[in-house]
């Protein structure tokens, strides 16, 4: 089994900045693609950003890039996700994902072709932004 633990979540003024992080313990290494979705009340969950389990291919949502940024220490098997110049439509509990499948880049995220299920999910930290 996996555990990942999400943290960093928090109020803040729009065009502010927060940086989330997400860190996995269990049956795991640094061997497997992790992301970040997010679900506002009354909202499907929604992809935001990922990457890939090496580091070297990144994917974001249209509705953060150039805002948002993904990235990882596979030493400590944490993601990472800086987020710069939150908007009130960032407000939504944020989710860190882990790929139950080694050695995957994340693509199947950004294309939205699998299954929540085969993703181990974090518990969620809440991220609200004010105007």
């Known amino acids: 089994q996996v555990q990942l633990v999400e943290s960093g979540g928090g109020l803040v003024q729009a065009g502010g900045s927060l940086r989330l992080s997400c860190a996995a313990s269990?049956?795991?290494?640094?061997?497997?693609?992790m992301g970040w979705f997010r679900q506002a009340p009354g909202k499907e969950r929604e992809f935001v950003a990922a990457?890939?389990?090496?580091?070297?291919?990144?994917y974001y949502a249209d509705s953060v890039k150039g805002r948002f940024t993904i990235s990882r220490d596979n030493a400590k098997i944490t993601v990472y996700l800086q987020m710069n110049s939150l908007k009130p439509g960032d407000t939504a509990v944020y989710y860190c994902?882990?790929?139950?499948?080694?050695?995957?880049?994340?693509?199947?995220?950004?294309?939205?072709?699998?299954?929540?299920?085969?993703?181990?999910w974090g518990q969620g930290t809440q991220v609200t932004v004010s105007s």
């Open positions: 990457v890939s389990w090496s580091g070297s291919n990144t």
């Open positions: 994902a882990a790929d139950k499948s080694p050695f995957t880049n994340g693509r199947m995220w950004y294309r939205g072709t699998t299954s929540p299920v085969d993703n181990y």
């Open positions: 269990g049956r795991t290494s640094s061997t497997y693609a």
